[in-house]
Structure formats: C-alpha cells, structure tokens
C-alpha cells in the first residue's frame, strides 16, 4: 500500500503573512484554528451563508468547524489530518471569503440587491 504524502503545516509565526498574502485580513489564528465571524442581517441570511459554506467545503471535501446563532456564523479552519494550519485552510478560508461577501459591480448586468446580507466587519 502507497504511503500517504504529508501536507505541510504551517508555523504559527508564518500564519499572519500568509493570511494578508491571501487577502483575508479579517481571518485571524487562534488556539491553532484559522478564524473568522461572519456578521449578518438576520435568521434567513445565517441560513444562507451556512448554506454556501457547507457547499463550498463539501466540494474542497474539506470541512470548517461552523457555530451558528441568530446573526452570527463563527467559522474555524484546521487541517485535522496533517495537525495544523496547511495550504488547504487558507485555499477554502479564501474561496468563503470570496464567495459570501460577492457583490454585483455597479456597472454589471446584475444589479444586485440593496440588502447587505453578510457584513464585511
């Protein structure tokens, strides 16, 4: 049987670069978990962002500690099987980001709603 090629963690005094490198500036490490709160405008809106976070993992078939509440998703990242902070982590960190706080430009074809849905802080 082939042996398992081992991700590469990151070290902690690593993660900040790393973090700003990929644009997630509101993403910070705590207790060796990469970390964001996402804040919304209410029950449906949660709904939706545990929705297209669940989505968006399943399809990297790697899977975020969520923590829901009225208004509130707490999202945590952590490569369970290589024991830390690795590659994958930030890939998808960046892809939610990109993907909840999507809005259409001013001047595109979609104009997009006026609700904030998910707030950026």
């Known amino acids: 049987m082939p042996e398992e090629k081992?991700?590469?963690?990151?070290?902690?005094?690593?993660?900040p670069a790393k973090l700003k490198e990929f644009g997630l500036e509101?993403?910070?490490l705590e207790d060796g978990w990469l970390r964001r709160k996402y804040n919304t405008d209410g029950w449906p809106?949660?709904?939706?962002l545990v929705n297209i976070i669940g989505y968006l993992a399943e399809a990297a078939y790697h899977h975020p500690d969520l923590a829901v509440t009225w208004g509130k998703v707490w999202v945590k990242l952590q490569t369970h099987?290589?024991?830390?902070i690795t590659a994958k982590d930030f890939e998808l960190a960046r892809k939610i980001e990109e993907a909840v706080l999507w809005r259409p430009q001013?001047?595109?074809?979609?104009?997009?709603?006026?609700?904030?849905?998910?707030?950026?802080?």
């Open 81 to 84: 099987s290589a024991g830390g």
């Open 26 to 28: 509101q993403w910070y």
């Open 45 to 48: 809106t949660t709904l939706m």
């Open 106 to 121: 001013p001047d595109a074809a979609l104009t997009g709603t006026p609700n904030k849905f998910v707030h950026s802080k």
């Open 6 to 15: 081992k991700i590469p963690v990151f070290a902690e005094a690593d993660i």
